[in-house]
């Protein structure tokens, strides 16, 4: 089997930040730390932080009043945001900035009277976060015939957005449907879809169709996980999404010479590892790494960390803060005891 490993692939750095923010609070306070929802979709992350004591809830009332609360990096509705004022909860955004930046255009477009058409999965807590900075005035897009059926009140005055972990080619074939509908529509001034999301989908899409099996790693409820999958199959190469290496199906991997790797955006780097051993060990699997562009994508702790950390006592640099994914990938792998064989290449662990 020859496999090759997807360049990028793994945390972006979006979840890296709300990782970091995460992982930084259990250190530093002594005190439970609560988090809206899961803090990026991926059971293992979310396994390994309730290991250490982190509670997530999907209930604010349920969360003791004047806790440390983080807000997912999925994002919340203002609605959320009150509850928790409420209760004085002491909040941390690790919102994704990419996600802040759609909630910023919805809030925007809605103040100046435009229909929003919000592109994506409404049930994904990222689209009811966004949806709920104005209710009255974004209508969810799901589907193909969610776009050849929905009504505006003025065809001229409409704008879409998208759920920044969508699939290009749904998002893709929804937009030309909205734009034959209503010729006069507004993109977003930035593609919605994020910089993480669309290099791991290019990898899958100019790769897929050279290799005779796909595997995705990512949990069930990471939406860019399952679009992974999606893109392979829709090229017409069987693919299969795995949380972690007891998942693979041998009889997936019959007769199958070439096999592309490559994890979710929320998936830790140790999973891949996992998975690359277990080939190598069960079917003398030798590994090529496609040569893609790296992601030099950082972002800042949020200023809200800083401000709770502060209020305890500790110190928190105001300037040079900023998260790297690669490196809290690296991070992530060397503090876990989870055995694994790293795979190394020129003498380097990739």
Not at 151 to 165: A, I, S, W
Not at 272 to 298: K, R, T
Request: glycine share 6%; net charge negative.
């Amino acid at each position: 089997m020859r496999v090759l490993l997807a360049n990028p692939r793994g945390f972006c750095a979006g979840v890296a930040m709300a990782v970091e923010v995460v992982d930084r609070l259990t250190n530093v306070l002594n005190e439970p730390i609560y988090v809206y929802h899961d803090i990026v979709h991926n059971r293992h992350v979310v396994n390994r932080f309730e290991a250490k004591g982190v509670v997530f809830t999907e209930a604010i009332n349920t969360i003791p009043e004047g806790s440390v609360l983080v807000f997912s990096a999925h994002g919340v509705s203002p609605e959320v945001r009150k509850q928790a004022k409420l209760r004085n909860l002491r909040a941390v955004d690790a919102t994704c900035p990419l996600v802040t930046k759609v909630h910023g255009e919805a809030i925007r477009y809605a103040k100046v009277g435009l229909d929003i058409l919000l592109i994506g999965h409404a049930e994904h807590q990222e689209v009811i976060g966004t949806r709920g900075e104005a209710p009255g005035d974004i209508r969810v897009i799901e589907s193909e015939a969610d776009a050849e059926s929905v009504e505006v009140k003025d065809p001229e005055r409409v704008v879409y957005l998208t759920q920044t972990t969508l699939s290009t080619d749904d998002a893709e074939r929804i937009i030309m449907i909205l734009k034959r509908r209503f010729p006069q529509i507004k993109a977003p001034p930035g593609e919605d879809i994020c910089y993480a999301t669309t290099n791991r989908q290019g990898v899958v899409a100019k790769f897929a169709q050279h290799v005779d099996r796909v595997l995705v790693i990512g949990s069930s409820n990471s939406s860019n996980s399952v679009r992974l999958a999606e893109i392979a199959e829709n090229r017409g190469t069987k693919a299969m999404r795995i949380d972690d290496v007891r998942e693979i199906d041998s009889n997936f991997l019959d007769n199958a010479e070439r096999v592309l790797v490559t994890a979710g955006a929320s998936a830790p780097e140790d999973l891949v590892q996992q998975v690359i051993s277990h080939l190598q060990s069960n079917y003398s699997a030798a590994i090529d790494v496609i040569d893609a562009p790296g992601e030099a994508m950082e972002f800042a702790l949020p200023a809200t960390m800083r401000k709770v950390l502060a209020a305890e006592g500790h110190e928190i640099p105001r300037e040079g803060i900023s998260i790297d994914a690669d490196r809290v990938t690296r991070d992530w792998m060397n503090r876990e005891s989870i055995a694994f064989t790293p795979i190394t290449s020129e003498g380097g662990m990739l």
